[in-house]
Nanobody, 127 residues
């Protein structure tokens, strides 16, 4: 089992940048494919980005492509989400997620792919 703790959220202005971090417990972090999701008030949780175990496969939602970058440091048990050119519509609680199970290009964006979730970190973007 892995525990995930997000950090790095905050209040920024439109156009600013933030880097979210997700620290994972345990010694087998490299065995987990990782994802970032977000949930705005009154909306369903939606996929943002995902990275495979060896970082060879990376996927983004169309809404963040070109602005956000997901990366991982297996030596530090951490996955990152660099968010640039933030927009008011990016405002949400951002969740880190992990899976030990089957992971492929057909399921990386599905919430049910991921077995473990963090508590989330709030990102607020003012216009």
């Amino acid at each position: 089992q892995v525990q995930l703790v997000e950090s790095g959220g905050g209040l920024v202005q439109a156009g600013d940048s933030l880097r979210l971090s997700c620290a994972a417990s345990g010694r087998t972090f490299s065995s987990y494919a990782m994802g970032w999701f977000r949930q705005a008030p009154g909306k369903e949780r939606e996929f943002v980005a995902s990275i495979s175990r060896n970082a060879m496969n990376i996927y983004y939602a169309d809404s963040v492509k070109g602005r956000f970058t997901i990366s991982r440091d297996n030596a530090k048990n951490t996955v990152y989400l660099q968010m640039n050119s933030l927009k008011p519509e990016d405002m949400a609680v951002y969740f880190c997620a992990a899976t030990l199970g089957y992971y492929s290009s057909s399921i990386y964006s599905k919430r049910e792919t991921y077995n473990y979730w963090g508590q989330g970190t709030q990102v607020t973007v003012s216009s």
